[in-house]
Each structure stands twice: as C-alpha cells, then as structure tokens.
C-alpha cells in the first residue's frame, strides 16, 4: 500500500533552503491542499521577496511574483480581475509585517477573498539573519547584536491578533511545525483557508511558526524545541478567530 | 476673434458653473474654447476662479493674464482681479456685494445679482443672473444656445431648477447699462 | 459614431479614452491636479457583480499599493491602468520599474505638478527627466506620450495601450495641471470597448498547459544579462517605429521653438504672432517623449537655431542637445514652481536672442 508520494502541485526538484528550514514543508502542506481541493488548474500564488521568493520553482501552477511586501496588493487585483481563480500568497514576516504592513491590513480591511500562508520565523533570512518585526525580546540577530531590546526595537508584532480585529476578515489561526502533530494541525488551517476562498468567505491568514536554525543559531532539532519551548509562548497556536 | 473671461467669486458662489455654461454655449456655436479652474484647496468661502477663453482660432495658453471681460461676483474678487482687465475692457460687477467707488466707471456693468436672486427665490442663481447680464452686454454668446446648455445639464424630473436658472438669466439680460 | 462634441477636462477625457480602449482594472490614489480622473473611473468603471469578465475600480491605500495592483490586473491579463501626480508618481516607481522588469503592459498617467518635494498643485514640466530616465531603479525605459489638448489627451490614451499590449511595456501619459484640468470639446471616437484580448503568458490558471510565471528575479548566472539584452532590443524596436511629433513651419524656419504639452500650446501661438509679424520661425512639438523624436533634427541646416521651452529649469533641452549633437545652437526657456511663460515671455525671448537674425 503506498502511504506517500509526491504530489502533483510539487515539481520534482530539490530546493535552495536550508537544511532544518521549514519553508519546505510549508511548501508542501500548500501543494497538497490544492491537490486534495483539486484546484491546480485554477490556482495563481504570489511568491514574495525574502527566502521563498523563488517559490514558483517548486509549485507546478501559475504563479507571479510581487514587489516585497506588496504581494496582497498583487493578490488583490488578480482576484478582482479572475474571481473564478484561486489566489494565495505566501510571505515572511518582512514581508507581511514589515514592509507590507500598510498592504496587508488594507486587503484584510477590504475582506478581500484571498487565502494568505504567513511564515513566521522570527528573523530575516535571504538577508542574512537581522531582526524581524516578530523576532523575540532578547533575541540576537545582525541587526539587534545585544538581543531585541523593547527600548529600542519595541516588541514582538502581533499582527494575526492585530487583524483578527477587522470586521473584513473571516479566518486567522496560528500554527506550528516543530513536530509532526502540529505539521497535521497546520495542513487542516491551510485547507480551511483555501476552502473558505472557494466558499467567498472572505479574507483568511494562516500563520505558521517556521524554524530558521541558521539564523537562530541552533541545530535543527534544537530549532524545533525551541519554537516548542520559546517561541510558541510568545505566539500562542490555536485559532485567534 | 478671441474674448478672454475671468469668472471669480467666493466658494459657493456657483462661478466654476457660470464658466462652464458659457464654454458649452460656445461650444455649441463651433467656437474653439476652453475653460480653466482655479483649483486650490479651498471648497467653501475663499475666493474661486476660473477662466473662459472664446476663440475662432486655436487657443494656446487657457491661462488668462489680461480679460476682455471680468465677471465678479464679490469683493475679495474685485480686489484681486481687478488690475488684470485689459484697458477698455468690461467689467461685470454684482454690485450687492462688491462696489467700484470713486474710480472710472466706463465699462462697467455693475448690477445687485445677489438681490435679484433672491427676489427670484433662490440666492444660487445670482451667477446665472450674471450670465444673462453677459450675454446682454457681449454678444458672443446665444441666449438660445445657454438655454440649450440648461436643458442638457438640468437635473432629470426637476423641472423646478431649470425653471428658476432660465428666469435667472432672463433678469440678467434685461440689465441695461443704459 | 457619436457626432457631437462633449465639453471635458483634461482628466476626465484620459478616463474615457482608457475605458473606451478596453481598460478594465484601474487603481489609484486621490492627489490634486488629477482627481477628476479618479473620479470619473470611480463612477463608470465598475460592472454589476457577478460579471464574467469584471471591470474593476479600487481607491488603494497608497500609490505603492495601486501601482502594484495594476502590476498584479496586468499580469492576469486585463489591460491596467493608474494615475497620479507628481509626488505620488515618485512612489510609484518601485511599481513601474517591476512592471517593465515582468514585461507587463500597463498605462500610467502623471498629471505633473510643482516640486521638488510636496511643492504646489501649479502645473509643470518638471517630471520629464523621470518620466524619460525610466524613473525607477534598473535599466529600462517606458514609452512616454505627451498630448497637448483634451482631444489629443484622449486618443492618446487609447493609442497608449494599444503600445502596451504591442510591446508588453509600461507607457506614460505625461501631462500637466493645465491639461488635465482645462475642459476643451472633444469628439468621442466610435471605438467599441475592447475586450477578451488573448495574452498567452498571462496567469490565468494553467489549464491544458505549463504554469505560468510573472517575474523579474533572474538568479542563474548570466540570466539577468540575458533578459536585459532582450529588453535593450525591444527599446531599439520601440525607437525606430515610435517616434511622434508634430511641426510647423519647418523648412523655411530659421529659428525653430521646441515644447511640449501644453507648453507647446503657448509656444504655438507665439510663433504664429511671430509670423504674422513676417518672422520665420517653427515649432516642432515631441509628441513621444520617450523614444525622443530624432528625425526631425537630422540634416537640418546649422544655421537653424532651437530655442526650447518648458516649464521647468531645462530638462528636455538636454535631449534636444543630443539630437542636433553640436550642429546646431539650441537655447532654452523656462519657468518653474507655478509661472506659466505667456506668449509675450516668449516672444519676448526670441526677439531678443535673435534680434538680428529674423
């Protein structure tokens, strides 16, 4: 009996991340949920700027790229213009909670009816490792040498409980993946986001806490307890509405 | 042939209105026109402009420094524009709110609009009374063809407004400077 | 075939030619001198919901955001169009520069306005640079249209996405406070609305083919090179089919004024008061900005002179200089920050540098 295989909406190539690095699970969980939707024809993902910005490599279905943080935006359009397609984005903490804050709070303002994957690790990585909006008080990263100080950096940004807070949007639910019970949570949040688009349910996030064991610093196992044991109190799993 | 217009009043006054109407009639006679707003930030009170070039010839710059005709509705408008009338040139005055004293009164026209409409019953269409007192004094535009320009931009099942902006400018242009 | 003439600003006629050109995503953001055309998309744009292929206005949250809505209308297929003044066209170039980098067709209008900075809401000509630089960061050009009349503003705009869709490159309407808020007739063409143009690279769902991608990343090695190569080929097409301009006077002007816009307006009626005081001159007027029109300049004799007005400190002048390439002397005027230079500046002007000469 075959128990795994590859899926249809994943080409059969190996990718650029790091070893440990969650974004290719992420990867996956986003392809067999448009397989088991059966929507690869009619889906378009907009890959952002950051580590997955070559995301279109690995997924065999349209998609476009964005300018960073304007991938909501992007997603906006295409939808308004296709409503018939599916359209998805998948973006970093930079890029959804940084630099494209304005976009995201606006499209999720509006209720666009869009499903949106949000890794958050914590840290920067295509750049080398310097603080993200989420990165936690203490943390070291290139650009915060002496660990996040709240004085000067402020806090760690909630933004899914930030925007939980807006009539438009219809799902949030914060997921992990340092095991393999969290990784089956996390598959089902990415299928209701997609499912309430087909439903035109409005706008729904998926944030998925993601290891970095590079810029973290750790092993990769190291990096999966530590979601488990740091970075999981100060983003608490479960469903924020 | 070309009739340069400078139309001002305070916000509300209805001058961006009273400058389109004429460059429509205009229009409607094949003439080459244009017509330019001043279009700063202010909405209400202040003071509101805009220009009206009437032409038999391609018009270059709709941008008027020196009026054949100055149309004024106020006296912030008066003080203001005033220097920019050509010598000779034919000043519209409405005389309930603004007045010329002690100057050279030749070529000015200068009629209480306000008043009249509000005799009329309704102070909004003192610019139309204007207008009818324009084309009273310059015959470069057809009352025919301003009417048409009312019926064509009138609310549709309010027979009332286009009733009361066609007595409007038949005031006006009874106004005879006589 | 509609035969009567409409009265419309400069604004409102580049919103209708745009929906008469098939436009059906537009997004901008509100900012004096163009929110007549905001405006006017806002109110005849949208289509009833549930329309198969919808027409569709958003009011952005910001210029970034509207430019990378009409990046995203576009790469879906819809011809896309946004607009805006000055400083908004400042923050649109991360946008416009994606644009030309994923090759998508799209229409942008830059009714100009005074700078540098938030400057005022005059009319300007201070943008050309930007306008015909690119703008944005990388190595790309946009096609630059530049009308001198509500009539020429609304076939242009049609004609500009037309360009788009042909080259698959952003193109510019480049006009001022003065145009886009001057209402002159206008004669609407009988053109239909175009739509369900077919644009096989757009994204669409990949149904009975291979995926699409809209990109401008190029990581391998050479790759980048390689698609800039091809863009540097697609401009040279652009620059030996595209070139617009209109003249007068040309072959016996001894002195030849060159503006555009509406500039050119006021340039054009100086040099008719100037002949008709029996002085030769002409007026060429670049109606492509970008590609610059170089054809008019060559084998024109050197005792021509150019006298080239904008308004602003001299910046097509540069452009100019590089088309007579040294054979000729061209001089400038010009007026920045809200002086529009009248007919008498301007003849003004001539007669005093060539006093001698006409």
């Not at chain 1, 378009?44 to 304007?70: K, L, M, Q, T």
């Not at chain 3, 590089?322 to 002007?349: H, Y």
């Amino acid at each position: 009996m075959k128990i795994f295989e590859r899926c249809p909406s994943l080409y059969d190539v190996p990718t650029h991340y790091c070893p440990g690095c969650g974004h290719g699970i992420a990867h996956r969980l986003v392809a067999e949920t448009v397989d088991v939707l059966g929507i690869r024809e009619k889906t378009i993902g907009i890959a952002p700027v950051g580590c997955a910005v070559v995301a279109y490599d690995y997924w065999n279905f349209d998609c476009s790229e964005a300018a960073h943080g304007r991938a909501l935006a992007v997603a906006t359009a295409i939808k308004r213009v296709r409503p018939q397609n599916i359209v998805f984005t998948y973006q970093g903490d930079g890029d959804l909670a940084a630099i494209g804050t304005n976009e995201t709070i606006h499209a999720a303002n509006r209720g666009e009816n869009l499903s949106v994957i949000f890794i958050n690790n914590a840290v920067y990585g295509m750049t080398g490792g310097q603080l993200a909006p989420t990165s936690l008080l203490g943390q070291k990263t290139a650009t915060s040498v002496q660990g996040r100080d709240k004085l000067l950096h402020g806090y760690p940004l909630k933004i899914s409980e930030m925007l939980a807070l807006l009539p438009g949007v219809c799902y949030i639910e914060r997921v992990s993946l340092h095991n393999p019970q969290e990784v089956l949570k996390a598959k089902r949040a990415v299928q209701q986001a997609f499912q309430n688009q087909i439903d035109n349910l409005g706008f729904s996030l998926v944030e998925i806490l993601s290891p970095c064991p590079t810029y973290w610093g750790l092993a990769p196992q190291d990096a999966l307890e530590w979601i488990k044991n740091v970075m999981q109190k100060e983003f608490p799993l479960g469903r924020i509405k | 042939m070309t009739e340069q217009i400078i139309i001002a009043g305070s916000g509300g006054q209805g001058v961006m209105l009273l400058g389109k109407v004429l460059a429509q009639a205009a229009m409607l006679e094949g003439r080459q026109v244009t017509w330019f707003p001043a279009y700063g930030a202010e909405v209400r009170g202040g003071t509101s402009y805009c220009m009206v070039i009437i032409a038999d010839q391609a018009i270059g710059s709709p941008y008027v420094t020196a009026a054949d005709t100055l149309i004024v509705l106020n006296l912030p408008s008066l003080e203001k524009f005033k220097s920019r009338l050509k010598t000779k040139g034919l000043l519209i005055l409405n005389s309930s709110l603004a007045q010329m004293s002690g100057e050279d009164k030749t070529g000015v026209w200068q009629f209480p609009f306000t008043d009249i409409a509000i005799n009329l019953g309704n102070i909004k269409v003192a610019n139309m009374v204007a207008l009818g007192c324009y084309a009273a004094a310059k015959n470069i535009v057809k009352v025919k063809n301003i009417l048409e320009v009312f019926k064509s931009i009138a609310p549709a099942g309010n027979s009332g407004i286009l009733e009361i902006n066609q007595r409007a400018l038949a005031e006006g242009q009874k106004l005879n400077k006589g | 075939m509609v035969k009567t003439k409409i009265l419309l600003s400069g604004n409102e006629a580049i919103a209708q030619g745009a929906i008469q050109a098939g436009c059906s995503f537009y997004a901008g953001y509100p900012i004096t001198p163009q929110n007549e055309l905001i405006a006017y998309m806002a109110k005849y744009m949208p289509t009833p919901p549930g329309t198969e292929a919808p027409r569709v206005f958003i009011q952005a949250e910001s210029e970034l955001a509207a430019i990378s809505m009409v990046y995203g209308a576009s790469a879906a297929g819809a011809r896309a169009m946004t607009s805006s003044s000055s400083p908004g066209i400042s923050l649109k170039q991360e946008g416009i520069s994606y644009i030309a980098g994923a090759r998508l067709p799209a229409v942008i209008v830059n009714i100009m306005r005074g700078g540098p900075g938030l400057g005022n809401i005059a009319p300007s000509q201070a943008d050309y640079f930007q306008a015909t630089r690119g703008g944005g960061h990388g190595d790309y050009r946009l096609i630059v249209l530049a009308p001198a009349s509500v009539q020429e503003a609304y076939n242009l705009t049609q004609t500009a996405f037309d360009l788009a869709d042909k080259y698959r490159t952003p193109v510019m309407i480049l006009g001022d406070g003065i145009l886009g808020q001057m209402m002159e007739p206008v004669q609407l063409s009988g053109r239909k609305i175009k739509t369900g143009l077919v644009k096989k690279w757009a994204l669409s769902g990949c149904a009975g083919r291979k995926p699409n991608i809209v990109k401008s990343f190029f990581l391998r090695e050479g790759g980048l090179e390689e698609f800039n190569l091809k863009l540097q080929a697609n401009y040279a097409l652009i620059k030996r089919k595209e070139e617009r301009y209109e003249s007068f006077f040309l072959s016996d002007a001894k002195i030849i004024l060159v503006a555009y816009g509406s500039m050119a307006r006021i340039a054009k009626s100086a040099m008719y008061q100037l002949r008709s005081a029996g002085k030769k001159v002409g007026l060429l007027r670049p109606v492509s900005l970008w590609p610059f029109p170089q054809q008019p300049f060559n084998r024109r004799n050197s005792k021509v002179k150019y006298l080239v007005l904008e308004m602003s400190y001299g910046q097509m002048v540069e452009d100019v200089r590089l088309a007579v390439n040294g054979k000729n002397t061209v001089d400038f005027f010009g007026r920045s920050g809200g002086g529009i230079p009248s007919e008498e500046q301007i003849i003004g002007k001539v007669r005093k540098i060539y006093h001698e000469n006409i």
